[in-house]
């Protein structure tokens, strides 16, 4: 039987979701798995390090990215996804499309991760409500074309919390129930840095709206430009550092991210966070005793 969120839950501790983009171009590892036997090498190596789930996807949503057709993305995913379940790992698919959605949770995915929060894809809702499935409702205000076109937000935290709440509403409206929901506040996706940071700052808030709670900071811009380091950029439209250089970064934001409630952390690099979310555990039980 596919696990609820419940099941999925740890409580007092943050789970670890790996990161399998089977992509031709996404921003932080594109084509680094593109090949589905790499991908599963890959999504297997992560377990080793300690991811508790493995979220495959076969879209970049990376601003400006083509996106691939029904067929292209279930041929990127699907092998994947069924490798890793028949192995005995819990899956999440990473997709927009209700189709592909449904395809994974066939070949065994315990848990649909949609971007879009079912917004992009008319059929999401009702294959929400006629699975069951768990479904992470993101923060997303549509896909973004111009990479320079700039958010607007008065007050972020709050307008997410709200713009996710009638997410919800709409969802339980058409017939998906509470229990299936996790939200996720969305980094990077419509928001500059100053955004993401107020956001990781306020992500209580978040988590107080009663809901598990994933967050994705892994390797995002944000954590490219990190003041104090040598070389770091100084200059406002200076490049960041690249992504493989934010996984420590990632693993502090990551850790704040659990100290402010998430059930899970979604990341490209497993050990740093690991290791991360270990020394919480260690001082929280040292603390108890
Ligand atoms: N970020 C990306 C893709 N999928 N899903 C959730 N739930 N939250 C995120 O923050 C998120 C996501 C973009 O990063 P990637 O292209 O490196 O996977």
Redesign the pocket.
């Known amino acids: 039987m596919r696990p609820t969120v419940a099941d999925l839950v740890l409580p007092g501790a943050a789970r670890i979701m790996g990161?399998v983009?089977v992509t031709p171009d996404?921003?932080?590892?594109g084509g680094r798995w593109f090949d589905p036997d790499a991908a599963v090498a890959h999504g297997f190596e992560m377990v080793e390090e300690g991811a508790d789930l493995l979220d495959v996807?076969g879209e970049?949503?990376?601003p400006g990215s083509r996106r691939p057709s029904e067929q292209e993305e279930l041929d990127r995913v699907l092998p994947v996804v069924r490798a890793l379940a028949d192995a005995g790992h819990a899956v999440s698919i990473?997709t927009m499309r209700a189709s592909v959605a449904d395809a994974c949770l066939e070949a065994g995915a315990v848990l649909v991760?949609d971007?879009s929060g079912g917004l992009a894809d008319p059929d999401m809702p009702a294959l929400v409500a006629s699975s069951g499935a768990p479904f992470?409702v993101?923060h997303w205000r549509g896909l973004l074309t111009d990479p320079d076109e700039r958010p607007h937000y008065d007050d972020v935290v709050g307008e997410v919390c709200r713009e996710l709440t009638a997410r919800v509403d709409d969802l339980l409206s058409r017939g998906a129930s509470a229990d299936q929901l996790v939200l996720?506040p969305?980094?990077?996706f419509a928001k500059d840095a100053a955004h993401n940071w107020e956001l990781l700052a306020g992500l209580e808030q978040v988590t107080s709206l009663g809901l598990p709670v994933?967050v994705?900071t892994?390797?995002k811009r944000f954590l490219g430009r990190l003041p104090h380091r040598p070389g770091a950029p100084v200059e406002p439209d200076a490049d960041p550092a690249p992504p493989t250089d934010r996984d420590v970064a990632t693993a502090a934001t990551s850790l704040l991210a659990a100290r402010a409630g998430a059930f899970a952390v979604?990341v490209?690099e497993v050990g740093p966070t690991r290791d991360a979310l270990a020394v919480q555990q260690m001082v929280e039980a040292a603390r108890a005793r």
Do not use: P
């Not at 996404?26 to 590892?29: G, K, L, P, Y």
């Open positions: 990161i983009n996404s921003f932080s590892d996807g970049s949503t990376r990473d991760n971007v992470v993101m996720d969305g980094f990077g994933l994705g892994s390797r979604r490209h």
